[in-house]
């Protein structure tokens, strides 16, 4: 929940929005009531350590040892060798925003009262978003039980050791710690096993990838609605009428895209054109708009993991109880990812086959001059004009396709065995997240391609009268970015700065 100056962590629904904009910068703080749930919380603990009982990660060792009991000395040391012990996470750094939603995540979850963790922990935790205070976490560390391998790393920074980002800079947790007037944490029992025990990370990750998706089937729509215009489709697929007959709000999203896209439009005539398009054309409201349902369904899942107590062990206040349990395992958010990746490959899909439509009609309309000098008119040597890039790109956006169909492949299944045969199942929820990325990044890829063929097809039949309100705005800002582009740019180049012009139009994020 925000308000005007901060994100209230209390035990309310905090939303993805509410991540976003911690994840943007926003300053969080904890409502008096979270604190008294987590007090309680945290006497449960207390009082069951004192009682002897047998608690995983508390008076017990972990994973393959969890049945090896620990002397009451060792209870406090063993929280921080927890940390130590996970810290496995390696590659390329996860963004500073991704970082800071899943630290968000981290926080609600304490502030759900499963984890049992000192109230001093979390608020150090507050301080540390609050001070601009983020470990450096890779991108790779998880196989989906738990983010074991990251979340050790916000640990470590919290115990003051190792480096972080602060004020856009590298510096000692320490320092930054204390120049924000922050103490180390004294980590309590089970304060390092519910540091690191959930999938904050992975909801972190899910959120900002969910935020790319929105942006970029937003221009999926646009993109196609400048195609259709490009061949004078016909519009009748997407009618008010057609999409009302399905109960998809995803498809009736982007039908009424498609129209208000190409609204004023004088190329798109049902008297003249085709009585039915290509297919790739013609069911755009439906691949596009099942990906859009698909999303809905993702982030559902998204707000249920936020919003859980998925701590193992988990403390139940009420019963006075710490159950061991899997709430660990993101199975929902795992397969819903999974999900969208297939959906966006069909958007992809459709995007690659009426580039090739575009490209072949692009290329019958300067037949003429095949064999005698070169589009255009001009003589044969002469550089090719930045508006037929697309041409040339036709065939490296066939092969990123090919690559689109196997990253879209599901991962799931794919996690072996680990820890004495303890540890026998994982989701693979951040692997998931991973290749969701990378699918995200191809669909851009072939999208503005499609573009670039569509304006291509526009500039080699002119005079046929107005554009769409929004198709129009968009390829007029296209053709004055290819005008600004110097003799000789190379296709590579002009592909980069179209997917630049393609993600200032909605705010879509290349990262």
């Known amino acids: 929940m925000a308000n005007a100056d901060a994100v209230v962590i209390s035990t309310g629904l905090l939303t993805l929005d509410d991540v976003l904009l911690v994840a943007d910068g926003a300053r969080v703080e904890l409502s008096s009531e979270a604190v008294e749930v987590m007090q309680r919380s945290r006497s449960t603990v207390d009082e069951a350590i004192a009682r002897g009982d047998a608690i995983y990660g508390v008076t017990t060792g972990v994973g393959h040892a969890r049945d090896h009991r620990l002397p009451d000395q ?3 040391a063993m929280q921080p060798f927890l940390v130590e012990m996970h810290l496995g996470a390696i590659g390329e750094r996860l963004p500073t925003d991704v970082v800071r939603a899943g630290m968000l995540a981290r926080l609600n979850g304490f502030a759900r009262g499963g984890a049992g963790v000192s109230l001093e922990v979390a608020m150090a935790l507050e301080a540390m978003l609050n001070n601009g205070i983020h470990p450096f976490i890779p991108r790779s560390g998880s196989v989906g039980a738990g983010d074991l391998g990251q979340l050790a790393l916000l640990g470590r920074a919290m115990l003051g050791r190792g480096d972080v980002e602060w004020r856009g800079r590298q510096v000692q947790a320490a320092e930054a710690l204390r120049e924000s007037g922050i103490e180390p944490v004294s980590l309590q029992p089970k304060d390092g096993l519910a540091i690191i025990s959930s999938n904050a990370l992975t909801v972190g990750h899910g959120v900002s990838l969910w935020r790319r998706i929105a942006g970029l089937l937003d221009l999926a729509d646009l993109v196609a609605a400048t195609s259709m215009e490009a061949i004078s489709a016909n519009p009748s697929f997407f009618e008010a009428a057609v999409a009302a007959t399905r109960a998809s709000l995803g498809q009736e999203t982007t039908s009424r895209n498609l129209r208000d896209a190409t609204s004023g439009s004088s190329r798109i005539d049902p008297e003249t054109a085709s009585v039915q398009d290509p297919i790739s054309f013609r069911v755009v409201p439906q691949v596009h708009g099942a990906c859009r349902d698909g999303l809905t369904v993702f982030e559902g899942d998204l707000v249920k993991e936020l919003n859980a107590a998925a701590d193992n062990p988990f403390v139940d206040a009420g019963s006075g109880r710490i159950l061991s349990n899997g709430n660990f395992h993101p199975m929902n958010v795992a397969l819903s990812a999974e999900s969208m990746k297939l959906a966006l490959a069909h958007v992809g899909m459709l995007s690659e086959r009426r580039s090739g439509q575009l490209w072949d009609s692009v290329v019958a309309s300067m037949g003429e001059v095949a064999g005698g000098g070169s589009p255009e008119g001009r003589p044969p040597g002469e550089e090719v004009p930045p508006f037929l890039a697309g041409l040339a790109l036709r065939y490296p956006i066939a092969a990123r396709y090919t690559r689109l169909r196997q990253v879209a492949q599901p991962v799931t299944l794919d996690v072996p065995t680990l820890d004495l045969s303890v540890e026998d199942h994982a989701t693979n929820g951040a692997e998931v ?79």
Request: glycine share 10%; hydrophobic share 45%; proline share 5%.
């Open 74 to 76: 060792e209870l406090v």
């Open 433 to 511: 997240l991973e290749t969701l990325q990378e699918v995200i990044g191809l669909v851009m890829e072939i999208l503005a391609v499609e573009l670039l063929l569509a304006y291509a097809r526009l500039f080699t039949s002119p005079g046929a009268g107005p554009l769409g309100s929004r198709t129009g705005e968009l390829v007029d800002r296209l053709a004055t970015t290819l005008t600004g582009l110097r003799p000789g740019t190379l296709p590579d180049e002009t592909h980069r700065v179209v997917i630049d012009l393609l993600g200032s139009t909605s705010g879509f994020d290349r990262r």
